[in-house]
């Protein structure tokens, strides 16, 4: 079984990777300037973090691998779900524009924030399969990241042209959990 959730953790990692570089739409400037700041300094935290929850994976002894790998299914399932719902079409975190296009087909129908659900799922699962505090941190820092990340998006869509139907979604939806009584607002 360990070996079963060394490898679905390296291909979590290289999903989000393959998205990052090929799923996720770019700035129609970013082609002359180069990725943004937010976009480079967000993937090489990632890849530092993958790289340390991979090794931890490989070197430390496997406390929870049941818990930790049913995590890794449930963010794949989770993320290429996203993937085929979305096609491509939304931009990619750290860019500083938002899509005008609110998505509430698939998992969106569900949670606001299906990609970073799943991101989150697989660095917390490789601190739930070792129980080692330091991938717990990496954890912690990556869904900090993520979470401003889908704030700034958040604030572009609610100040965009479907402002209202943003608004609207956003109570009846939750952010990366499903909300438990339909209809009924928990602030974020």
């Not at 679905?8 to 570089?21: K, Q, R």
């Not at 480079?40 to 002894?61: G, M």
């Not at 818990?67 to 399932?77: K, N, P, R, V």
């Not at 899509?99 to 660095?123: C, D, E, K, M, Q």
């Amino acid at each position: 079984m360990s070996l079963l959730v060394r490898c679905c953790a390296v291909s979590c990692f290289l999903g989000f990777a393959w998205g990052m570089g090929w799923h996720f739409r770019r700035r129609p400037d970013a082609a002359h300037a180069g990725p943004p700041r937010a976009m480079l300094a967000t993937a090489l935290v990632a890849a530092l973090c993958a790289a340390l929850q991979i090794a931890a994976l490989l070197i430390r002894l496997l406390r929870f691998p049941a818990a930790a790998l049913s995590m890794y299914g449930c963010s794949a399932a989770l993320f290429w779900w996203a993937v085929k719902v979305t096609r491509g079409q939304l931009a990619a975190c750290g860019q500083g524009c938002v899509s005008s296009r609110i998505v509430r087909g698939g998992p969106y129908r569900y949670i606001r924030h299906p990609f970073y659900a799943a991101y989150n799922l697989t660095w917390l699962g490789g601190f739930v399969a070792t129980g080692w505090w330091p991938l717990a941190l990496t954890a912690v820092l990556m869904a900090a990241i993520y979470e401003r990340f889908a704030r700034e998006e958040e604030r572009g869509l609610m100040a965009g042209p479907q402002g209202a139907a943003y608004r609207e979604y956003r109570l009846r939806t939750g952010k990366y959990w499903p909300r438990i009584r339909a209809g009924r607002s928990i602030p974020d």
